[in-house]
């Protein structure tokens, strides 16, 4: 916001010797923010603090001088405002009442910077104001880290929003999935030994509705996946564990309609692949590659027994 030197005189006043002495205020929730846009509110003296949802969907900063008079003979200027180590420029306007205000308006703070700002809010107590060419003048922030937490709250409570971390925390990121491609070109069963049972799938309930991929009535794909159960219940532990729980993964989403046909697919191609990599790589596909583990025992370790 810009400062006007006769303004900024004027509101050196409020602070007469320390600033460390301002208030400790009680912060007011209002929608009377540009646009019906919500803030909290904090009257200390005659500045009022706020915190707004700007229209941009961030946080917007302003410090109001209430019934201040001036003249601006010397154009605008800007100040500086000290929360903590979070420092952020305002500009001096003039409202329709006459009254001054510094906010950080076209420059409302940018969601990169919200956490430095909530990070220095938990501890700061008091906020500085820094006029250009004039003396700081303090105001308190003592609780203004739960208003704008309110705040936020509020936001998401009429479908907006506020950038981390004020707004909602957001879904950890799904770990990546098995890599099925690569993991058929590896010369071994990377889980030997560890079980994967065969799931019972409602064949009737996944048949029931549309069959979207195959295009089929309920009967065909009843018939389909009776037959591919039945191949999957005689095959099963010929299937590298690895493989079994990677195709098991894939036909885990809830919208796939073919379950034992898609599993049966999945583990029939990708074995086959594993087979051929197994003679391109001259590899027995056995645990016998692992030259560590070959060194640490000092033998060849023999090729395990096929497991369920």
Known sequence: MRLLPAAILAIGTIC???????????WIFTNSGPEGQPMVVSHQ????VMFYRSASGTVGLAIHQRHGRYRNPTGVQTAMVVIGKFTVALQTFQTGQGNQKWDTAGGDLSPDTMPALVDALRTARTGTILPYEHEPVSFSLTGGGAALDDLARYALAH???????LGPVPAPAAPAGVDIEKLAHHPYDTQHGRRFVLPQYDIAA??????????????ECITAEQKSQAALTAQWTHYDSDLRGACLALVA?????????????CLSRYQDDRQQWQLVSGSSGSDDIMPAKNAREGTAAPSPAVQP
């Not at 996944?206 to 009967?219: F, I, K, S, V, Y």
Request: aromatic share 2%; hydrophobic share 30%; proline share 12%.
């Open 206 to 219: 996944n048949c029931d509705r549309a069959h979207l991929e195959m295009q089929d009535t309920d009967g």
């Open 16 to 26: 007469a010797t320390p600033c460390a002495r301002a208030a400790d205020p009680d």
């Open 159 to 165: 479908g907006e929003s506020l950038p981390p971390p």
């Open 45 to 48: 003296g005659s500045l009022d």
């Open 253 to 265: 989403d809830p919208g796939r309609l073919e379950k034992y046909q898609a599993l049966l697919m």
